[in-house]
């Protein structure tokens, strides 16, 4: 990992913010705010499903074209924009480009009163135009650096995307990049510095079926799945370490007067301690054979009668930025510039893979306001939105290191 040699306390980010170069980049964010915006509204309206992030990411590709960036699309789809520095040292920005929803979803941006709304405009609209509009003002100011700033729009953040994309981007960067700034969402009052450890499974119990009335008493494979979900949520959560748990998807059977031969859940584990959930795997693991054992009990057959099978669809590592990390210091310094409040904050993002191989992170919303994420009524207002974007353009050329 390239080292930083300059110690946040030894900077001043007002003289930073000095530098003609600077000045020009933070009066180009304060008067093209409106077109950042546009972006937004632009990117919002592409569907990016998870695993159908490509016209998204053509689009962003043609944006960052036309500011002379060294632009490329790697193999898993991550759109990747580099600002060349004088050193090898490296600065990631990333933004993730997918979201939750299905390419089925109607995304139409609708406005009401200042607010934007559609499925998508906040979780990851927001991010995705902010570092779309900070890429635009060094672009437009001149700002030179002297480690290479890399704008990526990264696939795979959401769901049962495992994290594709910024794993791909740090392991193309691992060895030069200093710090990786992941931008999602609006929101300027929070730092998230530690990364919550995440597993996921689906789990499917098959058995033989049946008619409802003339094999009724055989098992179910809706009921064992049931019983098992009834004895995990019996489960004590730990509150510290904080744990969680969700059933998030349920399917199975054929018609109403069938016994169902195939029951599928997909489940959601999470905890601030690995050791924790390690626990809550075993724990669900026990209580779904549990489940299948007393329906086969129930209905008088042979254990084997119920197959159960569970399959991972994803594991996020966890991770925790050190209280003493220049990357923390900076943004402590930019926030005290600016006249910023921000908290530290855990969650799931793409600062979990750099962080869990020690690599400094972040992940730092762009500016304005939003709320509803992963809802159909999801909304973003961009009052506040010039703030966020100065915040995020001297957070970044503060770690990169500002040429005179």
């Known amino acids: ?37 546009d972006q937004q509204v632009l990117l919002t309206e592409i569907p990016a499903p998870v695993g159908g992030e490509s016209r998204r990411a053509e689009y962003m590709k043609r944006l960052f074209d036309n500011m002379d960036l060294r632009t490329r699309i790697d193999e898993v789809g991550n759109v990747i924009a580099e600002r060349p520095g004088t050193n090898e040292g490296v600065i990631l920005l ?16 609708k406005r009401d009163g200042a607010r934007l ?8 609209g927001a991010g995705l135009a902010s570092m779309i ?26 769901g049962e995307g495992n994290l594709r994309g910024i794993r791909a981007l ?3 960067y691992r060895s030069r990049v200093s710090a990786v700034i992941a931008v999602d969402g609006p929101s300027v009052e929070h730092v998230t510095v530690q990364g919550i450890a ?27 799945l049931a019983r098992g979900i009834v004895e995990f949520s019996a489960v004590r959560v730990s509150d510290r370490p904080r744990s969680s748990f969700n059933f998030g998807v349920i399917e199975g059977g054929n018609s109403v007067n069938s016994i169902p031969s195939r029951a599928a859940v997909r489940v959601d584990l999470r905890s601030e301690s690995e050791s924790e959930l390690a626990r809550l795997e075993a724990s669900l693991r026990q209580a779904m054979q549990t489940g299948a054992q007393q329906e086969t009990d129930f209905a008088g057959t042979r254990a084997d009668e119920l197959e159960l099978t569970f399959t991972s669809l994803g594991e996020r590592p966890s991770g925790k930025l050190p ?10 310094e930019v926030d005290h510039f600016l006249g910023n409040r921000s908290r530290l904050e855990r969650s799931s993002t793409d600062a979990n893979v750099p962080l869990s191989l020690g690599i400094p992170a972040v992940s730092v919303g762009g500016g304005g306001m939003g709320g509803g994420a992963h809802t159909t009524s999801e909304w973003y207002d961009p009052t506040g939105r010039a703030l966020g ?16």
Do not use: Y
Not at 198 to 224: K, L, Q
């Open 133 to 158: 509009g900070l890429a635009a003002a060094l672009n437009e100011s001149g700002v030179r650096t002297k480690r290479t700033i890399v704008f990526a729009g990264d696939v795979g953040e959401e």
């Open 170 to 172: 740090v392991e193309a």
């Open 198 to 224: 995440s597993r996921r499974f689906e789990i499917v119990v098959s058995g033989p079926g049946g008619h409802s009335w003339s094999d009724f008493g055989g098992p179910s494979a809706i009921t064992a």
């Open 389 to 404: 974007l100065k915040r995020l353009c001297l957070i970044t050329l503060a770690m990169a290191g500002v040429l005179p």
């Open 1 to 37: 990992m390239a080292s930083i040699s300059l110690r946040a306390t030894e900077k001043s980010i007002e003289k930073i913010a000095q530098i003609p170069h600077c000045v020009r980049a933070l009066e180009w964010i304060g008067s093209k705010t409106k077109w950042v915006t």
């Open 323 to 332: 209280e003493d990390s220049v990357l923390l210091e900076t943004i402590r």
């Open 117 to 124: 709304v559609a499925p998508g405009i906040s979780d990851n």
């Open 94 to 109: 990333a933004a993730h480009l997918d979201t939750v929803f299905p390419s089925s979803t109607e995304i139409k941006v």
